[in-house]
């Protein structure tokens, strides 16, 4: 059995909209934040910092979906390095 709810993430209402195209319009320095256990496979986050005109892809990983909570430090230190980096 899955560790996620497969009729939310077959069902989720925003799950059909598609935004790729949108992605390349966001001109301003974007990083990707990917859990390495979540429901999201990491091929859709680094597709999506790929397609961001300066997008930046990091992994957490140790982390499900909810990075904030599960791994707060590790997020402050991938948002402190992007941040001193970026313009």
Do not use: K
Not at 5 to 18: L, T
Not at 22 to 45: G, M
């Amino acid at each position: 059995m899955p560790w996620f709810d497969p009729y939310f993430y077959d069902r989720w209402p925003h799950r059909r909209d598609d935004w790729w195209d949108a992605l390349a319009t966001v001109l301003t320095p974007t990083l990707v934040v990917h859990a390495a256990q979540s429901f999201v496979r990491r091929e859709v986050t680094e597709r999506m910092a790929q397609l961001l005109a300066n997008g930046d892809h990091v992994e957490i990983g140790s982390s499900t979906h909810v990075v904030p909570v599960d791994a707060p430090a590790a997020l402050v230190a991938v948002l402190r390095t992007f941040f001193e980096r970026s313009p």
